[in-house]
Structures are given as structure tokens and as C-alpha cells.
């Protein structure tokens, strides 16, 4: 196996931690791999002088784009926290539209994703971004498939990951799949970062789209479902709760919070569900009827549609013990 080289796009007020995340990972990967065999990491921006990073230290390019048409295994662009907002920077998004002809895998770091969907390398394609821009980015790009709770996914030869040390996950994933996970492993045992996060691990929980105002309507209908995840829920039953008829609340609710009720409901159980099989041995017949799936069945295709992962998986590979 050769060197790969790795390519990592950055621009005006990107996130530091999405460039300095992945480059650490490669670096410290190259203690566990002989030698030319590692990665060779360099940074690539529309000109060398310094950039200033969104925390205000200032991040200098290896090459510009003029200098950097050839072949690397690997691409990634950086995020910022100004990019979901800011017009398409249009020498990276011409320098990202042959991406697919001279790398072998390309991607993004936490809203770097905005910059892959200005050059149409999202469409078809399975995605994912912070958590916070996760509706932004499918909104502006409806032909890409925003996975809004992942932390890292892989379509083909695509890979996005969630917010800013996602980054990290990401690298270590990559590493994991050309070296084998002991190397994986040994560099996040000296990054000192959790080595067992990977893509099917969700972001966030529901209580992350929850509304301004905690004793509103819609607040309180989320406090239920949380306190009675196993219970059966309805846009009918859920709006009762509250006092309203079905359709306001249906309509107030995905104002508020972005989501429909179902959604809410089925991310509350899917929340309820990663912390038992975190914390617990149950079986995964009783975690199915305690979180309101109902049967161990249908939470296997739910996670396996949600996640990317069946619980058992997720079990083995995220237990805190």
C-alpha cells in the first residue's frame, strides 16, 4: 500500500477544529502504519495567504487550487460556522465539481456539506451535517438524502460527517478501514477521544428540537412523550394531551419545532432506546416494549432505517462498560 495522500479544502472562517481534527488523526496514524505507507496531508485553499479561522486564529494553505488538480486518495472540505448562510465560494466550488475524477473518496467535515451540494456532488446521494443545519442542507439540496441523526455516513464513495469532532470520528473511520481497527483504536487511545463513536451513532436527542418557550403547548406534548416513551401516541391523543384539535396542534407543532409529531415520537424512542442499550443486559424484546416499538422486529428496521445499525450492534459497540 502506498502513501494516500489527502486533500483538505479550507476557506475564510472555517471551523478549526474540522481541519485540525482529521489532520491529527492521519498524523497519528502514521506512528501505527510502516513507513510509506501512511498519509500525507496537506491543506488546500483559493490562495496560501493565511486565512482566519471562525475562532480567529489564522490557517495557511499548502497549495491553492491551481496547484492541486491531481490525484488524492482522499478529499475533505472543512465547514464554518458562516456556511450554511454565505453565498457559494465559486473557486471551491469549481475546484470540488471534479472531485469525482481525481480522488478516490470525498467528503466533508460537519457544514462543509454546503459546499459539496454547491458543486452537485450530494444529489443521489445519502448525507449528513450538523445537527443544527441538517434541515437547511436538505431544503437547499432536496435531491441529496439528509440523514439528519448520523454521525458520520458513508454512500459509495461520498462520506459527510455530523458537527466539528465528527471530523474526527470520520478519520478514524477511514483509518479503521484501510489499517484495521487496532490501528484505529490506537490513535484515538492517544488522541485521547472515544474510539467506539461511529456512524450509527445519532447526534442528539429529541429534546434538541424542543421549543423556545417550555411551558407552551408543544413543549408540554414532548414532556409526555418522554415520560411515556412506551406508551402509544397519536397526532389525536397527543393534542388532547394539550388541549387543541388535531389539526392546530399538528400545524403549531412543525412550526415550532421543525419536525412533524410522528417524528418527534419516533426519535423520542429511538433516545429512549440507544440509553438502555447503553446502560443495560434487558432483552431486546423487553427494551422494544419498554421504548414503544412494540416488537424487537419493527426497532430492528427503525434503527436500521434511523441509524445505519440493528440494536444489537449498537449494543456491542456502544455499552459503557
Not at 491551481?66 to 464554518?80: D, N, Q, R, S, Y
Not at 489499517?179 to 461511529?198: E, F, S, T
Not at 406508551?231 to 412533524?260: K, P, W
Request: glycine fraction near 8%; hydrophobic fraction near 45%.
Amino acid at each position: 500500500m502506498a502513501v494516500q495522500k489527502v486533500a483538505i479544502a479550507i476557506h475564510e472562517g472555517v471551523q478549526a477544529l474540522d481541519v485540525a481534527g482529521p489532520v491529527d488523526v492521519f498524523a497519528e496514524a502514521n506512528g501505527f502504519i510502516a513507513t510509506g505507507e501512511g498519509y500525507e496531508t496537506v491543506l488546500v485553499a483559493a490562495s496560501k495567504q493565511p486565512l482566519r479561522a471562525s475562532n480567529g486564529m489564522k490557517i495557511a494553505a499548502d497549495l491553492d487550487f491551481a496547484e492541486a488538480p491531481g490525484k488524492f486518495a482522499i478529499l475533505l472540505v472543512a465547514g464554518g460556522p458562516a456556511m450554511p448562510e454565505a453565498d457559494p465560494d465559486p473557486e471551491l466550488t469549481q475546484w470540488l465539481r471534479s472531485a469525482p475524477d481525481r480522488v478516490e473518496l470525498y467528503g466533508s467535515v460537519c457544514t462543509g456539506a454546503f459546499a459539496l451540494g454547491s458543486a452537485g456532488l450530494l444529489d443521489g446521494h445519502k448525507v449528513t451535517t450538523h445537527w443544527q443545519n441538517a434541515q437547511q442542507l436538505a431544503s437547499r439540496f432536496p435531491a441529496a438524502d439528509v440523514m439528519h441523526d448520523r454521525i458520520y455516513i458513508r454512500d459509495r464513495r461520498l462520506i459527510t460527517s455530523a458537527g466539528v469532532t465528527a471530523g474526527i470520528d470520520l478519520a478514524l473511520a477511514l483509518v479503521g478501514q484501510r489499517h484495521g481497527p487496532q490501528v484505529a483504536i490506537a490513535v484515538a487511545k492517544r488522541l485521547v477521544v472515544v474510539a467506539q463513536r461511529q456512524g450509527g451513532q445519532s447526534q442528539f436527542s429529541p429534546y434538541l428540537t424542543a421549543p423556545v418557550d417550555d411551558d407552551s403547548p408543544m413543549a408540554r406534548a414532548q414532556a409526555h412523550v418522554m415520560a411515556n416513551v412506551g406508551s402509544r401516541h397519536t397526532l389525536q391523543s397527543l393534542a388532547e394531551e394539550v388541549g387543541m384539535s388535531a389539526r392546530n396542534f399538528g400545524r403549531h407543532f412543525v412550526q415550532e419545532t421543525g419536525i412533524t409529531p410522528h417524528e418527534f415520537v419516533e426519535r423520542a424512542r429511538i433516545d429512549a432506546t440507544r440509553r438502555l442499550l447503553e446502560a443495560s443486559d434487558r432483552p431486546l424484546k423487553a427494551v422494544a416494549y419498554d421504548c414503544g416499538f412494540g416488537t424487537a422486529d419493527r426497532m430492528r428496521i427503525v434503527f436500521g432505517e434511523r441509524l445505519g445499525v440493528s440494536p444489537a450492534h449498537y449494543r456491542a459497540s456502544f455499552r459503557s462498560d
